[in-house]
């Protein structure tokens, strides 16, 4: 691109990245995280724009808003370049610099964090530090929180979009991992339900945890959050599918353990599936679990506004080897993006 492409001054922030495939992954993601924080909060106008890419730093030399991220792999900055980031920066008092990479003792990387307003991100990022990056806007870009909708429950909750929450704690899977696990994506959106955002979330990462480990390394698990109007007195009903290989665990080991507590001596991931499904039955919603075709797995969670009918087997209080299960630690996540 070129520097007239950016948008113009009054526009809100911009976030520039350099080349390479770690300013293009951050960027993406700080979009979404962005999007995500101004959707909650109801501030939308603080969206950055873009994210643009700056082949060769000279382009700063050109017009930019006052107010924005420069993203940039101090591997592809050219020593000689490094006046014009600077010259940038000190114009411009609003713009932050984050330098991406492995090793912030490398003699570019530590070229980049001593200017000003610089800071150094590792690699791979972590999800809660990246959600700090997120500063408050300005008061005069503030958007006003819209009244809510006269038709919400008497709970009182807003609509939570499922596709959007399913897409959020994907990121922060693929931000927490190390590479042994790649998503594919799918959501209709305007998928909204009544209920409170946390424990969805929380159980969301569980069941993700568990397709994570059943599928073992190098292997692509598909997502998608779609309608399922055929649950009876349930029209908003949502379905949300995990499709993985599996491996390590049969079938009907994955499938028993999703309703009945396995043995103490089975494999840890087949706990961690009964713990998912008993937080599922608690949220009043169900997990299954289907076999469509050889040597892969699909969990299926179902959830609407009111609650679903739960399994038998979760409808009495947990026993003591359950209680104790739950303190059993989840697998470790793993990265696309490492």
Request: aromatic letters at 4%; one cysteine or more.
């Amino acid at each position: 691109m070129t520097t007239g492409e950016v948008s113009p001054p009054g526009m809100g922030p911009v976030l520039l990245r350099g080349p390479g495939e770690r300013p293009e992954e951050l960027a993406c993601v700080l979009i979404a995280l962005a999007r995500l924080d101004a959707e909650r909060r109801g501030r939308e106008a603080w969206v950055p724009s873009g994210p643009h890419l700056m082949v060769d730093l000279e382009e700063l030399l050109g017009s930019f808003p006052d107010w924005g991220w420069l993203l940039l792999d101090p591997d592809r900055v050219p020593a000689e370049d490094i006046g014009f980031l600077r010259r940038f920066l000190e114009r411009r008092p609003r713009w932050q610099l984050l330098v991406l990479g492995a090793d912030e003792r490398d003699p570019g990387a530590r070229a980049l964090i001593s200017l000003p307003r610089a800071q150094w991100v590792p690699w791979p990022p972590d999800l809660e530090e990246l959600r700090a990056l997120l500063p408050p806007p300005p008061a005069s870009e503030r958007v006003p929180r819209p009244p809510e909708p006269a038709s919400l429950p008497a709970a009182g909750l807003p609509p939570l979009d499922v596709g959007r929450l399913l897409e959020e704690r994907l990121t922060a899977a693929a931000l927490q991992s190390r590479g042994k696990a790649r998503y594919l994506f799918s959501s209709e959106r305007d998928l909204p339900l009544a209920r409170p955002r946390e424990p969805l979330a929380t159980t969301l990462d569980r069941i993700l945890a568990v397709a994570r480990t059943v599928a073992g390394e190098r292997t692509v698990i598909s997502a998608q959050a779609v309608p399922h109007p055929g649950l009876p007195g349930a029209p908003d009903a949502v379905q949300v599918r995990l499709d993985f290989p599996l491996s390590g665990v049969s079938a009907e080991a994955l499938a028993r353990s999703l309703g009945t507590e396995p043995e103490q001596r089975s494999p840890a991931v087949l706990h961690e599936a009964f713990l998912a499904a008993r937080r599922t039955a608690e949220l009043g919603a169900r997990l299954e679990a289907h076999f469509e075709r050889p040597g892969r797995a699909v969990l299926c969670l179902l959830l609407a506004s009111q609650p679903l009918p739960t399994p038998g087997s979760f409808q009495q209080p947990p026993g003591p080897s359950a209680a104790a299960a739950d303190g059993l630690r989840e697998p470790r996540p793993e990265d696309p993006f490492a």
